[in-house]
């Protein structure tokens, strides 16, 4: 069974980088036809996509945080990590890494972590 | 950007059929996915491609798609049914695709 487990510092100051990583078990990140991602959501609300990337470092991002997300993967540990830079508290939220079954024409995301709350405060 | 639309809350009671829509320009183009998530918890894909189920996720729950409107289908609603659920599609109508996810209905069983 495929397992994904988040890691990283639950606090954050503002202006200060982000670093989150997912460890995937039970299978490997180089599958083909799979994509890995990172989902966050605000305290009470709804989810928002913030990034996927393929095993060979080909990566998609959401145009509202592009400017400030970095997704990279390392195959030699089965992990793939996001770094989201210059946080403030908007970027407080439960961080959830996500495997994306990618096909041409749609991307289903069919295994999540447990997410991991991240609170950006001084 | 791509938008979809979904309502913030929908009631029902116990044995009933619930529907919750998910609006979107010319959605029926595109493959609609369905999550499940309840307190506290990871979301779960409850259904894909519009209408097919992953396995171990009850016939109660089934899907449509057409024209603007893509609806998740509960029937027979029981008590652990209430949850968020969430609407996503692939965007890949730019040179940047992406995950878009509708803002979230929370189901409500009376």
């Known amino acids: 069974q495929l397992q994904l487990q988040e890691s990283g510092p639950g606090l954050v100051k503002p202006s200060e980088t982000l670093s989150l990583t997912c460890t995937v078990s039970?299978?490997?990140?180089?599958?083909?036809?799979?994509?890995w991602g990172w989902i966050r959501q605000p305290p009470g609300k709804g989810l928002e996509w913030i990034g996927s990337?393929?095993?060979?470092?080909?990566?998609y991002y959401n145009p509202s945080l592009k400017s400030r997300v970095t997704i990279s993967v390392d195959t030699s540990k089965n992990q793939f990590s996001l770094k989201l830079s210059s946080v403030t508290a908007a970027d407080t939220a439960v961080y959830y890494c996500?495997?994306?079954?990618?096909?041409?024409?749609?991307?289903?995301?069919?295994?999540w972590g447990q997410g991991t709350l991240v609170t950006v405060s001084s | 950007s791509y938008v979809l639309t979904q309502p913030p809350s929908v009631s029902v009671a116990p044995g009933q059929t619930a529907r919750i829509t998910c609006g979107g320009n010319?959605?029926?183009?595109?493959?609609v996915h369905w999550y499940q998530q309840k307190p506290g918890q990871a979301p779960v894909l409850v259904v894909y491609?519009?209408?097919d189920r992953p396995s171990g996720i009850p016939e109660r729950f089934s899907g449509s798609n057409s024209g603007n409107t893509a609806t998740l289908t509960i029937s027979r609603v029981e008590a652990g049914d209430e949850a968020d659920y969430y609407c996503?599609?692939?965007?890949?109508?730019?040179?940047?695709?992406?995950?878009?996810f509708g803002g979230g209905t929370k189901l409500t069983v009376l």
């Open positions: 996500a495997r994306l079954l990618a096909t041409g024409t749609t991307a289903i995301i069919d295994y």
């Open positions: 039970g299978g490997s990140i180089s599958s083909s036809s799979y994509y």
């Open positions: 990337i393929y095993y060979s470092g080909s990566t």
């Open positions: 010319n959605i029926g183009s595109k493959s």
């Open positions: 491609d519009d209408s």
């Open positions: 996503q599609v692939w965007d890949s109508s730019s040179d940047h695709p992406y995950v878009v």
